[in-house]
Nanobody
Framework: QVQLVESGGGLVQAGGSLRLSCAVS????????MGWFRQAPGKEREFVAA??????YYADSVKGRFTISRDNVKNIMYLQMNSLKPEDTAVYSC?????????????????WGQGTQVTVSS
């Protein structure tokens, strides 16, 4: 059984930083693609970033501010978020899938964490 557990969310002022973590158990971590998605109140879930092997992918809205990485020994994926803006406020969830096709499509991810709240105050 695959389990994903996020941590690291919280309240931060605009311009600040947070690092989210996603711990994975139950699978061989390194062979899967991993992604971060977010959902703000009243909005649809949107792609934030994804990583597969040494390749990373970002939404235009976070490119240059967020960095996705993974530690294949500890089975943990990270999202370093810098220069946070109020519009980054959302519940952030990590997800796991096989392969890199449609890596930005949340519907392609069968495994999800419970989500962690990120709130950026102005």
């Amino acid at each position: 059984q695959v389990q994903l557990v996020e941590s690291g969310g919280g309240l931060v002022q605009a311009g600040g930083s947070l690092r989210l973590s996603c711990a994975v158990s139950g699978r061989t971590f390194s062979i899967y693609a991993m992604g971060w998605f977010r959902q703000a109140p009243g909005k649809e879930r949107e792609f934030v970033a994804a990583i597969s092997g040494s390749d990373s992918y970002y939404a235009d809205s976070v490119k240059g501010r967020f960095t996705i990485s993974r530690d294949n020994v500890k089975n943990i994926m990270y999202l370093q978020m810098n220069s946070l803006k109020p519009e980054d406020t959302a519940v952030y969830s990590c997800a796991l899938k096989w392969g890199t096709l449609a890596i930005r499509d949340s519907k392609q991810y069968p495994y999800w964490g419970q989500g962690t709240q990120v709130t950026v105050s102005s």
